[in-house]
């Protein structure tokens, strides 16, 4: 069976600082077709653009009965998809200790648009391990951050 599989990666130069720059990237492959996707922010998180690279990836999809295979290095993304999200919603978008989930607008987001998709999964992948399409990701979300360092 025909499936779309899509590499994403998020990053942030200066994470935790006032003056931070953030990038994302996104390959997504379907058979011999390629697309690659980027972007960037200021005043960000890595943990946000982790989010929008994933959030972006299925915005530029352009079905939604082909089965799509996300690879991730980010384990906060593959772990909300896969264990936390059902159990946030239960909560009114709260966590086991009753505080606000971070980054709610992009969870309920990316969430959205994996339940329109009729089969989707996050997989975990090792960063920096020599898997080229997540190589490829980290590259794109670093020219993310170079574009937005140069718009500075």
């Not at 990666?9 to 200066?14: A, I």
């Not at 959205?112 to 999964?121: C, H, R, Y």
Request: net charge positive.
């Amino acid at each position: 069976m025909n499936t779309i599989i899509i590499y994403c990666d998020g990053g942030c130069r200066g994470n935790q600082s006032e003056r931070n720059i953030g990038g994302w990237g996104a390959v997504l492959k379907f058979g011999e077709h390629t697309k690659e996707l980027c972007g960037g922010a200021k005043n960000t998180t890595n943990n946000i653009m982790e989010l929008t690279a994933a959030i972006k990836a299925l915005e530029a999809l352009k079905t939604d009965h082909i089965p799509v295979v996300f690879y991730i290095d980010s384990a906060y993304v593959v772990n909300g998809m896969n264990n936390w999200v059902p159990g946030w919603i239960k909560k009114g978008w709260k966590t086991a200790g009753g505080s606000s989930v971070k980054n709610k607008e992009l969870w309920i987001r990316l969430n959205e648009l994996a339940a329109g998709q009729k089969s989707i999964t996050f997989n975990k992948v090792r960063g920096h391990h020599g898997v080229a399409l997540n190589e490829r990701a980290d590259q794109l979300a670093n020219r993310g951050m170079d574009e937005i360092e140069k718009e500075s």
